[in-house]
């Protein structure tokens, strides 16, 4: 069997277009600052991603800023990037002049940038959503794609709901769009509606019956609510497509996007099956996974496939015993081609720092500046002290506790709670506020966790909703560290509101934290001090002022 192609023929090439920051933050909690969404874009860039889609602009003069300083920023090569191009930098648009030109602006500094804007095909949709008829729906393509195509080459047209559109609708709607100056035509299927041979046909029917398909690149967008997003995308690709529309670990409204290394690892395992490849960096994924994960608070479930926490894992004492003899027995891909090193190098506590750094760059963590990374080795050994064996999962998780933060307007300096089941859980919390002044407070509560978020409300002054609570064990053992992940929501007096592109409505914005540490209630503390300080930041932003469209 062979795992990884090792065949030197050049094949051709699926372009493979990520929407984690557009699509992917849409979903419900998983709000990211500018510079979160500066971290992922680049690492998206270091993976291979080919173009990235960056946001929304016209959602909120917050969301402009972001795209536009990702276009800026990371527009241009960054280093380690596998593919000899700049990422392509893409801003959405529905169909109109306002929002294409807001986009346009946004992604303009990028050297290779995209203007990316739909409209609704299907009957439900324009009879019930847009109240246009068939003939209005062609006109208003026209004219969009045509302004769009005014400011930039590279056009991308997108016919909402095409999974459950008239086919032969599409193929006159994507005609007309070819001819006004679309570049790539992508097919969604919207509500996760269609199975992989309906899908695969469609797209087949599509390339065959648009008048200049051969003109322009075909793409697919899936979603996964009935679990087949990765099998339509594949299907597609059988049938002609060369762009997959994908998020990482699949995140994205409801059930999620199509996950990016599903089908970039089935690609890459299977190429007598699939007999094209893709620009990625598969020793990219892990890392992009984790950042992804970290930044949102939407954890991976541990079955997840390629990056779930039991994706490599071999339990059953058959499976072992055939693995020990030979790994291909049962491993049908090799951990380290996703980027999980088995670590050789056990650290603990009396390992220097100059291990600790070299571990931690070894990990994909290469872009962290002096400052961050004596701070994360430092934490690291304070850790040892407490636990005998530092794994990778340990420094992933410190990494992203020290690192991976929104701007500290509060900090955490200490924490001391006692519980029980005769006493009250009592907690008294030290923080360090906005003009760095110290301010102690203490609350009751009915847990330990419950009784240090009281006491951290009455010195913040604010008493947000929390939607999720989470805690997980990094690793196996008594001594594990504890890794709290966090959804909370504003009190009503200061909701931020975002405008979901697909329904027009604006929903509330929620925000993540996360936080880890060896006790589960400094964690579940240092989460929610995380998720505070990015509503706090959000809020004082003027930019993020509710948006009224
Ligand atoms: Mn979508």
């Not at 006790?519 to 001090?529: E, L, Q, T």
């Amino acid at each position: 069997m062979n795992r990884d192609s090792d065949v030197h023929v050049e094949k051709e090439k699926v372009l493979v277009f990520d929407t984690t920051l557009r699509d992917g933050e849409q979903s419900p909690g998983a709000t990211l600052n500018v510079e979160e969404k500066l971290d992922i874009a680049r690492q998206l860039s270091r993976l291979g991603v080919d173009i990235c889609e960056a946001g929304f602009p016209i959602a909120s003069p917050g969301d402009f800023e972001a795209v536009r300083r990702i276009a800026e920023e990371v527009g241009p090569m960054v280093e380690g990037r596998p593919s000899g191009e700049p990422m392509v930098i893409a801003g959405l648009a529905r169909a109109n002049k306002e929002d294409i030109q807001h986009a346009y602006d946004a992604v303009k500094s990028a050297p290779r940038h995209r203007i990316h804007t739909f409209l609704a095909t299907s009957d439900i949709h324009l009879q019930y959503k847009l109240k246009i008829d068939r003939e209005e729906c062609i006109d208003q393509v026209i004219e969009a794609v045509s302004f769009a195509k005014t400011m930039c080459d590279d056009v991308e047209f997108s016919p909402e709901d095409a999974g459950r559109s008239d086919p032969q609708f599409l193929v006159q709607v994507l005609g007309e769009a070819i001819k006004a100056g679309a570049t790539t035509l992508n097919i969604p299927d919207t509500v996760g509606y269609t199975t992989p041979e309906e899908f695969g046909w469609l797209i087949q029917y599509l390339i065959e019956n648009t008048p200049g398909a051969d003109n322009v690149v075909w793409s697919v967008h899936c979603h996964n609510d009935l679990g087949m997003a990765t099998a339509n995308t594949l299907a597609a690709v059988k049938n002609g497509a060369r762009q997959v529309e994908v998020t990482i670990n699949g995140i994205g409204e409801r059930a999620g996007n199509t996950s990016l290394e599903e089908v970039v690892m089935a690609i890459h395992t299977r190429p007598q099956v699939f007999d094209i490849t893709t620009n990625i960096d598969t020793s990219q994924i892990m890392l992009a996974s984790q950042m992804v994960s970290s930044f949102t608070g939407m954890l991976v479930q541990p079955n997840k496939a390629i990056v779930g926490a039991n994706a490599f894992a071999h339990e059953a004492g058959i499976h072992q015993h055939g693995m020990l003899q030979n790994e291909q027995t049962y491993e049908i891909m090799r951990p380290e081609t996703v980027g999980l090193t088995a670590s050789k190098l056990v650290l603990g506590k009396h390992s220097g720092k100059a291990a600790y750094k070299k571990r931690i760059e070894e990990l994909g963590y290469t872009d962290l500046d002096g400052a961050d990374l004596r701070q994360a080795v430092n934490r690291l050994k304070r850790v040892a002290d407490k636990k005998k064996v530092i794994t990778d999962a340990d420094i992933r998780a410190i990494v992203a506790d020290e690192i991976y933060q929104p701007p500290e307007t509060w900090k955490l300096n200490q924490i001391q709670v006692s519980c029980g089941d005769v006493a009250m859980a009592t907690a008294t919390v030290s923080l360090t506020g906005p003009d760095g002044e110290e301010i102690r407070d203490a609350a009751l509560g009915t847990g330990p966790v419950d009784a240090a978020y009281q006491a951290i409300n009455r010195i913040v002054g604010i008493s947000p909703k929390l939607v999720e609570y989470g805690i997980n064990a990094v690793t196996e053992g008594m001594d594990a560290q504890a890794e709290a992940s966090i959804r909370i929501e504003a009190d009503n007096g200061g909701a931020t509101y975002a405008l979901n592109p697909q329904t027009g409505a604006t929903f509330q914005r929620a925000y993540s934290g996360h936080g880890a540490s060896t006790d589960i209630v400094v964690a579940s503390a240092r989460a929610y001090v995380s998720a505070l300080n990015k509503l706090l930041a959000d809020r004082d932003d003027d930019a993020h002022a509710a948006v009224e469209l």
